[in-house]
């Protein structure tokens, strides 16, 4: 059973830094592309990055580009999104996503999902 957990969520106030890391079991991460996405309040699942299965090939939404760095360490099964200069309109519930069809900046590319963490920033 293919398992995907979120951790390193939290409050931050603005300006500041959070490292969020996904967790695969149930499977060889390097089988698979792996994605963040998030869910504001009252807003729709959007694309915030994406990496490829050997890592070579990263992918960022424009909103995020400069400010967030996604990684990959397949030895460890972890994928990493790490977050610098936050804002309050990054709050949002943050998903790992695990699949291999594309586009990968969709989410009906992925086949696995975790549950989710929460990020909040504060103004």
């Known amino acids: 059973q293919v398992q995907l957990v979120e951790s390193g969520g939290g409050l931050v106030q603005a300006g500041g830094s959070l490292r969020l890391s996904c967790a695969a079991s149930g499977l060889t991460s390097s089988s698979i592309a792996m994605g963040w996405f998030r869910q504001g309040p009252g807003k729709e699942r959007e694309f915030v990055a994406a990496i490829s299965r050997r890592g070579g090939s990263t992918y960022l939404a424009d909103s995020v580009k400069g400010r967030f760095t996604i990684s990959r360490d397949n030895a460890k099964n972890t994928v990493t999104l790490q977050m610098n200069s936050l804002k309050p309109e990054d709050t949002a519930i943050y998903y790992c996503?695990?699949?291999?069809?594309?586009?990968?900046?969709?989410?009906?590319?992925?086949?696995?999902w975790g549950h989710g963490t929460q990020v909040t920033v504060s103004s």
């Open positions: 996503a695990g699949g291999n069809s594309f586009p990968l900046t969709t989410a009906q590319s992925y086949w696995y």
